[in-house]
């Protein structure tokens, strides 16, 4: 099955038929409508039988557009846990030859599943909900009750911690100088968000996101070093909440409930994308290039 399918064969389906059922009410909708027609329906007293078929129907249509809309944001999701797994699978590929469990002042520190799960958190920020109330539903706790249950056979438990407190205001940074560096030189034709800052994403619009896309984006990597030209698989696995009321039980959503019977209830839908890359880590016995590389934003981390 191609990549774009796993996960969502059955949203496509949805997708598909939903498309078509919209395209054949519009055109059936657009061919009646003519001026003798308006006149016509001006003219008859019979009102009430004509405005029952529409308000039978209407909720349908409604329904209908709904489903697509709401399908339509899972695939676009679909597409960022692909990006995603190939960013992470890259990011991985590199890093490993470089230093794999290493250890800085006293911490064992996995550098290469670090950085392929950075990767993967920061390919799906575009994609993530800004809705705080998401995070807050469906992680409560967040960073610091969240970080022992992800399982260390994956990534190190601080790395949710570090990718919310560290990377996120250097997410913004970089984002922001995207905006002020586009007003001060002439880059050409580009989009008019970019050429005025004043119409830029709001920084709590941005930290939801990125928070969100941390909290919910699992990657699992190879637990031993891959040798040269044999097969590195990474799966991404990104939990996306629904945004559309009274889609989940038709695109098959699963619900989560923080707190007792009648606390918030959150729906949601796990998509998952796994790919296979060649390693071309060093050909060396251990694998590894051989030089010692330490960034300094883990030096600081473990100090």
Known sequence: MATIFASVLDIWLIWVVALLLLAICCRRV?????IVSCRR??????GASYALPYVLTFPIFVLLMAIFVQASLILMCKIGTVYSAYSSARTYIVWQSAAQ????GGVQFDFAKFKAMRAASMAMVPFASSNPQHLKNMYPGFPSLNGSTVGTSVFPSRVVEMLTKIDEPQYSKVYYRLLSDANKHDTGPVH?????RLLGAKRAYVRNKYKF??????VTLPEQLVPWNQDVTVKVRY????HVPGTARILGGKSMRTGWFFGPTTFYRDIETTVTLPSEAAKTPH???????QPSLILELVK
């Open 192 to 196: 008019k968000i970019i050429q005025n």
């Open 41 to 46: 329906f001006n003219a008859c007293e019979e």
């Open 239 to 242: 939990r996306m909440p629904f």
């Open 101 to 104: 469990n290493e250890t800085v």
């Open 30 to 34: 657009i061919g009646r409508f003519g």
């Open 287 to 293: 694998g590894k290039i051989g030089i010692p590389y």
């Open 213 to 218: 896309a941390a909290a919910s984006t699992r």
